[in-house]
Every structure is written in structure tokens, then in C-alpha cells.
């Protein structure tokens, strides 16, 4: 079965630009992650969406926004973008499950963005 | 301090040796945990959940002290191709699933 899709998986951007990251669960799965991870660093959790409905919120400045389409793709959205955003961004799916214990997440290859 | 503590090693050990990674998380209220290893550049794997009784698959033997808030990884018969970064990654649970990650352990096997 295909795994977490991710696009652009390199991408170089100019400071104060903008950039769109996109993402695609594997398939059935409702839930979506994204997380930074930063040179040396370890993943650090920014956002999550379930049935397209944010679910839970963590370091996302607020120039960035993300969104869960009908299709469960997600968009994450960054704008005014700063040297410090040059990073690895990680998108994770799964498959949502009452009570929340052993939501296994996986992980898509992730959008290495450079800003110059 | 950071939510879950491990150590960054790097643990070099000859193929075919036994090593063991420990990790301890501070949240009490954490659900479930994770082994979840990381090559160079590329994104976390799941290597395995970790469950209150202890569970095993294959070369690999994980084991969860709640009552310590302590997780372990022990990997057996090293191979060149487990060099990597093992992450240990907790779950709160609940309303949020995020994962809150260790800092890594880097492991080298040598031939």
C-alpha cells in the first residue's frame, strides 16, 4: 500500500515568501500531523486535523495555516517565511481511534525547505 | 527539561552485540509509547509500540515501566543496517495525539 505522500519534497524560497506544502494520508486514514524538524533537532509537533476539523495545535507561528481538504489531503500554508523556517517538515497520518491509545502515526519523507 | 529524556550516545558496538536504550518521559499521564528509528535526512520509521506487558519482533525487545515512567529498547545480533537514530516518542493521548519526541539516541554498528 502506498505510504504518506508529500510535495514538493525539496523546495527554496526567498525570505518573506511564501510557501504551500502538501500532504496525503495514507488511504482510510482521517487523521493528519505535520511536524518541524529543525537541523540537529528532534520532529517538533505543529498541527493536527481530523474529518478536516483542526484537532490540536502546537509551536505553529501564526504565519503559518494548514487545512484538511474532503479527500483528507492537507495544505500547510507558510507565509512572510524567515531563515528559521529552513527546515524539515514532516507530514503523519493515521487512523483515528476512540480513546487515542496507539494511534500509530506514519510518516511521509518529508519537504526539505531552504529559505534564502 | 525536555518531555522525554534519552541518551544521544552515539553507542558504537561491534555487528552481533546486544545494546540496550533507555528513555523516561516526565508526563504521568502519557498513553502510549513508541520506538521509532531515523535514518540521515530521512523521516522517523516505526519500529515498534511498546505495551504495558512488554512486546518483541524479531532481533528487537521493547519494555514500558509505568509505575517509573521508563521505556527500553533492547536490540540483539546488531546489524550494519540498524545504524540509525532510534527515537522514543510518547503519546499523550486523549483530545491530542500529538507525539512529543525524545532527543534521539545515535547508534553506529561497526563491521
Known amino acids: 500500500a502506498a505510504g504518506v505522500i508529500q510535495s514538493p519534497r525539496h523546495l527554496i524560497k526567498e525570505k518573506r515568501e511564501t510557501a504551500t506544502l502538501k500532504c496525503y494520508p495514507i488511504?482510510?486514514?482521517?487523521?493528519v500531523y505535520w511536524y518541524q524538524q529543525g537541523p540537529g533537532q528532534d520532529p517538533q509537533f505543529l498541527i493536527s486535523?481530523?474529518?478536516?476539523?483542526?484537532?490540536d495545535k502546537g509551536s505553529i507561528p501564526d504565519r503559518f495555516s494548514a487545512q484538511q481538504f474532503s479527500d483528507y489531503h492537507s495544505e500547510l500554508n507558510m507565509s512572510s517565511l524567515e531563515l528559521g523556517d529552513s527546515a524539515l517538515y514532516f507530514c503523519?497520518?493515521?487512523?483515528?481511534?476512540?480513546?487515542?491509545?496507539?494511534?500509530?502515526?506514519?510518516f511521509g519523507p518529508g519537504t526539505r525547505l531552504t529559505v534564502l | 527539561r525536555k518531555e522525554v529524556e534519552q541518551d544521544p550516545g552515539p553507542f558504537n558496538v561491534p555487528e552481533g552485540a546486544t545494546v540496550a536504550f533507555n528513555c523516561t518521559y516526565s508526563?504521568?499521564?502519557?498513553?502510549?509509547f513508541f520506538w521509532y528509528r531515523q535514518d540521515c535526512r530521512k523521516e522517523p520509521k516505526l519500529l515498534m509500540s511498546?505495551?504495558?506487558s512488554g512486546n518483541e519482533d524479531g532481533r528487537f525487545t521493547a519494555q514500558l515501566n509505568r509505575a517509573s515512567q521508563y521505556i527500553s529498547l533492547l536490540i540483539r545480533d546488531s546489524k550494519l543496517s540498524d545504524s540509525a537514530t532510534y527515537l522514543c516518542v510518547v503519546n499523550k493521548g486523549g483530545a491530542t495525539n500529538k507525539l512529543i519526541f525524545g532527543t534521539g539516541t545515535l547508534l553506529a554498528v561497526q563491521p
Open positions: 511498546v505495551y504495558s
Open positions: 503523519a497520518s493515521s487512523l483515528y481511534v476512540t480513546g487515542g491509545a496507539y494511534n500509530e502515526q506514519f
Open positions: 508526563n504521568s499521564a502519557s498513553q502510549s
Open positions: 486535523f481530523y474529518e478536516k476539523m483542526q484537532s
Open positions: 488511504s482510510r486514514h482521517d487523521t
